[in-house]
């Protein structure tokens, strides 16, 4: 002979079946709403970092704007001031002409006429 086979013993359910249950949820429906709340809360995040650079950019730009519209006001007075100057300037230039003229009238009357038009020749107000 050779060695018996063991009983066919029959003992029913005396355990219940093992647990498939690791401790960690696995299950595909809870892994996807973790990765969803996990995305949502990143959404999240980057909402209020862009917001914030938003807000910086907006408040740079505002002052950028400002000090433009600040150098051009005194851009704006300085070209006023450099207008005026030069009205000014060819008021002067038109009054000391006249006058030249009135000289040369004069020199002319006393016969110094050829004096006055070397001396001004000479000095390059002709």
């Not at 013993?9 to 709403?33: I, Q, R």
């Not at 003229?101 to 020749?121: A, P, V």
């Amino acid at each position: 002979g050779g060695v018996a086979p063991p009983p066919a013993w029959k003992l029913g359910k005396l355990m219940p079946a093992p647990s498939t249950d690791s401790g960690m949820n696995t299950d595909l429906a809870s892994a996807s709403d973790l990765q969803a709340q996990m995305e949502a809360q990143m959404q999240v995040q980057l909402d209020m970092k862009l917001a914030r650079m938003r807000e910086q950019f907006n408040a740079q730009l505002k002052a950028a704007q400002e000090a433009a519209a600040g150098d051009r006001s005194a851009m704006e007075q300085k070209m006023q001031t450099l207008r005026e100057q030069l009205m000014a300037s060819k008021g002067n230039e038109k009054r000391l002409r006249d006058k030249l003229m009135d000289l040369q009238r004069i020199m002319q009357g006393k016969g110094l006429g050829n004096e006055l038009s070397e001396g001004m020749r000479d000095s390059g107000l002709s």
